[in-house]
């Protein structure tokens, strides 16, 4: 059974099972709620083997889905380089803030872009979702509220707000992207959201 962390054909079609049920839920326009993002990452991890559970102490299936924290991961600590991501403790009522503010950021770009204006989509407007899409991963990966696998649910919930507001995803999956991807997401770590909004922005410039 392959790791969580290997690239192989399943982690390819478990990936490609929760971005297509993130592109729908966003073309529908339906709201995101933290419960889609424990499934996508259940769906994401299926069937891999979980080599840290037994590192971390935890029964493989508590790391599927679970955000770090009580009442089952309660003191599973993560470091992204020299970044600490929010203590376990605190998981539950910083996500609980984020997908309230994430709800508020796509309810003002719903009204301002609804569907059948989207053809009307203009420079301001693309840079209004850029920068929401660009926050909605930074910010999940400087939480990095799961204890593996942030980084392609960071990427897929980029995804799925360009692609509410008839934009290409631009994020790769897997593997994770490098240069000016990781760069960006390295200011993120410090609340600098700003460069990963223009590497958003660059990206898009490459569709005609």
């Known amino acids: 059974m392959a ?13 490609r099972k929760a971005q297509q049920a993130a592109v729908r839920d966003a073309l529908a326009r339906r709201m995101l709620t933290l419960a889609d993002i424990r499934s996508w990452h259940r769906t994401i991890m299926q069937g891999l083997f ?7 102490g935890v029964a493989a299936a508590d790391l599927l889905g679970e955000f770090r ?15 600490q991501g929010v203590p376990s403790a605190q998981v539950a009522t910083t996500c609980e803030r984020w997908i309230a503010t994430l709800q ?25 979702v850029a920068e929401t899409a660009a926050w909605v991963h930074s910010e999940w990966v400087r939480i990095h509220p799961f204890a ?22 631009v994020f790769r999956l897997r593997p994770r992207p490098e240069g000016a991807y990781a760069l ?25």
């Open 148 to 169: 593996n696998g942030n980084g392609r649910i960071a990427r897929l919930l980029g995804n799925a707000v360009l692609v509410r507001y008839g934009l290409p995803p």
């Open 104 to 128: 508020a950021l796509l309810s003002e770009l719903d009204v301002r872009w609804p569907r059948e204006r989207l053809d009307d989509l203009d420079e301001d407007g693309v840079r209004a």
């Open 184 to 208: 960006a997401a390295m200011q993120s770590m410090y609340g600098d959201h700003q460069p990963m909004a223009d590497y958003v922005i660059a990206q898009l410039q490459q569709f005609p």
């Open 3 to 15: 790791g969580w962390d290997e690239d192989g054909p399943r982690l390819a079609a478990n990936l």
């Open 69 to 83: 924290g009580p009442p089952k991961l309660e003191n599973i600590e993560v470091a992204i380089g020299l970044h």
């Open 50 to 56: 979980v080599e840290d559970a037994a590192r971390l």
